[in-house]
Nanobody, 118 residues
Framework: QVQLVESGGGLVQPGGSLRLSCSVS????????VRWYRQSTGPKRELVAT???????ILDDAVEGRFTATRDDAQSKIYLQMNNLRPEDTAVYYC????????????WGQGTRVIVSS
């Protein structure tokens, strides 16, 4: 059994910053690749950031230079630092870690809402 808790969302003015956290707990061997998605309007989730086991990151062009994904494996936490936020970043953000248990399983956080507005 694995539990994911996301936090850090909120209301921020354009140009502001937020740090999202994804905390993993429960029975697992390790956290593999983690992806951050966001969903604004409609059912489609947009991939914004990927962080691999070794800390390598891939960022969508829309957030490159503004967002940073990091991880603390000792604490089983994954972070998405978001700087210079824009109104178009408004969305619900989800973490999606691949977690090694008996096999590799995909989990989703409950989502945390980010609103960028003046």
């Amino acid at each position: 059994q694995v539990q994911l808790v996301e936090s850090g969302g909120g209301l921020v003015q354009p140009g502001g910053s937020l740090r999202l956290s994804c905390s993993v707990s429960g029975d697992f061997v390790r956290i593999n690749t983690v992806r951050w998605y966001r969903q604004s309007t409609g059912p489609k989730r947009e991939l914004v950031a990927t962080i691999t086991n070794d800390g390598s990151t891939i960022l969508d062009d829309a957030v490159e230079g503004r967002f940073t994904a990091t991880r603390d494996d000792a604490q089983s936490k994954i972070y998405l630092q978001m700087n210079n936020l824009r109104p178009e970043d408004t969305a619900v953000y989800y973490c999606n870690p691949l977690i090694m248990q008996l096999g590799l399983n995909s989990y989703w956080g409950q989502g945390t809402r980010v609103i960028v507005s003046s």
